[in-house]
């Protein structure tokens, strides 16, 4: 089981930190993505890190503000979003796939998501 938080109501310019905790199983093997979906937009990953080596992927309207993290001792991925703009905006989800980042066939397992609001 996924289970991500963290969301919340900031102003433009802000910071959240979201967190996606794993139940019932380790994130060994696993890439773990975080995606957002905005009202009448398709979804779209934000980020992607590999646990096999920390590698990390970014969407370029997040690069240099958003920083993805694990910690392993937690089992805890956690995404850092700074210098936030409305268009943030989202309902935020945390997903694992295995194998890296990106593999063909999808996202595995799904967690519920975390509404991320930032007035201007």
């Known amino acids: 089981q996924l289970q991500a938080s963290g969301g919340g109501l900031v102003q433009a310019g802000g910071s959240l930190r979201l967190s996606c905790a794993a139940s019932?199983?380790?994130?060994?093997?696993?890439?773990i993505g975080w995606f957002r979906q905005a009202p009448g937009k398709e979804r779209e990953g934000v980020s992607c890190?590999?646990?096999?080596?920390?590698?990390?992927y970014y969407a370029d309207s997040v690069k240099g503000r958003f920083t993805i993290s694990s910690d392993n001792a937690k089992n805890t991925v956690y995404l850092q979003m700074n210098s936030l703009k409305p268009e943030d905006t989202a309902v935020y989800y945390c997903a694992v796939q295995e194998g890296p980042c990106g593999s063909p066939g999808g996202m595995d397992y799904w967690g519920k998501g975390t509404q991320v609001t930032v007035s201007s």
């Open positions: 890190i590999n646990s096999s080596d920390g590698s990390t």
């Open positions: 019932g199983f380790t994130f060994d093997g696993y890439a």
